[in-house]
C-alpha cells in the first residue's frame, strides 16, 4: 500500500510539471526592486516563462526533420518537439475528419464484461457510463496516432475509479518507459513496472502515424497558401486607369477612386478618364492547387483509414463495396488491439485496485443485431417450424409483446391421410 502511494506522488509530481515546471515549480521566483538588476533571476524567470508557453507558430517541414532527429537520436532522446508537430497539423480539418471516423469505429461499441462468453451485469456497471473509462478507451486508441500514451488513474477509493487523466506526451522519453520531471531534464521516473495506477497504450508504434501524416499536411497548407496569393492576383480583374493629365494630385485622386470603388461594379471619373479592365485568360489555372489538395487529402485518407471512397464519391458500388471492406478489417484489428489493451492492462490495475473481478471475466464487446437482417433470419426459422420465445423477440427487437399467439399444432402435425378416414 505504501508503494502505491509513493508511485502515485511521483506520477503526480510529474503531471503536475506538465504545466507549471521548472525553476518557478521548485521555488518562487519574482521580479522586485530589489532583484531587478539580478541578471540569474531574471534569466530563471523568462526560462520558465518561455517553457510554459506553447509555440503556436506554423510548423514547416524543416521543423518536422527536426522532431524527428530529436526523437530518433540514441542519446537523449526527445519527444516534445515532434508533440508540437502533430498539435499543429491537427488543425487541418480533413486530418482531423479522418482520424476521428477512425476512432469513433473503435469506441462507439458497447464494452461489457462477460463471464464465460455470457454477459454479466453487475460487472458490467464497472465500466458503462462511466465518464472514466470512456477517456481510456478513447485516449488509447488515439495512441495509433501520436504514439506511445500513459493514461492516469489520478483519483480511485476501494473498487471505484474516480478519475483518469492523458499524461502529457512530451515528458515520455522515447521506447524507454520513463517519464522527465522537466523537457530539459537528463533524468526521469522509470515507470515500466508501475502497472496499477499507469496505463500503457501503444497500438501502432512509439512515434505514431502522424509522422508519416505531417508531410501530406505540410505541403496541403503551403498550397491553401499559394492559391490564396493566386486569388488576391488574379481572381478579381486589373483595373487600370487612363488620364490625360499629367498631374500628380489628379493621379492620386484617381486611384483613390480606383481603390474607393472596391468590389462595386461602377464609379464616377472626370471626362478623358478611360477604364481598362484586364481579366485572367487562364480560368483553369486554379486546378494546379486544387487538384494538388485533392491528391494530398487521398493520401492522408489511405494513410489513416486505408482507403479513399468513405471520404471520397465513389466510382461504383462494387469499388465501394471493397473499400467499405478494406476500412472495415482497419477497425476490425483497432477493435482487437482494444480488447487486448483492456483485458492485460486495464483489468489486472482494477484488480490492484480493488475491484472484485473474477479470473474468468473479460472485457468483450456487446453484439449489436441489425433487426432488418436478423428478421430475416427468423423468418427462416418460423417457415420451419422453430417456436420462437417472447423473451428472445422483446430483447432483440426491443418491443414489448403483451401476449403471443397460440400455435395450432394440432392441425399442423396431422397426419393428411386421416382425412380419407371415415
Known sequence: ????????????????????????????????????????????????????????????????????????????????????VYDDIMLDGHLTAVTEDRTLRCTNRDYIFSVDGVKNDELTKFIEDQEWFDLVVDEAHKSIYRGETYIWISEFEKGAIKKTEIIDRSFIVPGQKVLLHDLNAVTGLDVSEVNDILLYANFYSN???????????????????????????????????????????????????????????????????????????????????????????????KLILHQTMTTENGASKAQGNVHENTLAEVNKSDRKKML??????????????????????????????????????????????YILKQQYLEEVYGTEIESMPVQNTTSDNKNPTDAKKP
Open 207 to 301: 512515434i505514431g502515424i502522424l509522422e508519416k501524416a505531417a508531410v501530406y499536411t505540410i505541403l496541403k497548407r503551403h498550397s491553401w497558401g499559394s492559391w490564396d496569393e493566386f486569388e488576391e492576383l488574379f481572381g478579381i480583374p486589373i483595373r487600370i486607369a487612363k488620364i490625360a493629365s499629367q498631374s500628380e494630385t489628379v493621379k492620386n485622386e484617381v486611384a483613390g477612386w480606383l481603390e474607393a470603388m472596391g468590389s462595386a461594379s461602377y464609379g464616377v471619373f472626370p471626362i478623358g478618364t478611360e477604364i481598362d479592365i484586364k481579366e485572367n485568360s487562364k480560368a483553369d489555372a486554379f486546378n494546379v492547387f486544387y487538384m494538388k489538395i485533392q491528391a494530398l487529402d487521398k493520401e492522408l485518407s
Open 1 to 84: 500500500m505504501s508503494r502505491n502511494k509513493n508511485i502515485k506522488s511521483a506520477v503526480k509530481r510529474v503531471s503536475e510539471t506538465v504545466t507549471l515546471g521548472g525553476n518557478a515549480f521548485n521555488k518562487s521566483v519574482n521580479l522586485s526592486k530589489v532583484n531587478t538588476q539580478n541578471i540569474e533571476n531574471v534569466t530563471k524567470l523568462m526560462v520558465d516563462i518561455v517553457r510554459r508557453q506553447k509555440r503556436l507558430w506554423r510548423k514547416e517541414i524543416t521543423d518536422w526533420q527536426t522532431a524527428r532527429y530529436a526523437y530518433y537520436q540514441s542519446q537523449i532522446p526527445r519527444n516534445y518537439p515532434m508533440q508540437e
Open 340 to 385: 487486448s489493451f483492456l483485458n492485460k492492462r486495464l483489468i489486472p490495475a482494477m484488480r490492484m485496485l480493488g475491484y472484485a473481478i473474477p479470473d474468468n471475466a473479460k472485457i468483450t464487446i456487446e453484439k449489436v443485431v441489425d433487426p432488418q437482417i436478423q428478421i430475416l433470419v427468423d423468418k427462416e426459422f418460423m417457415s420451419s417450424g
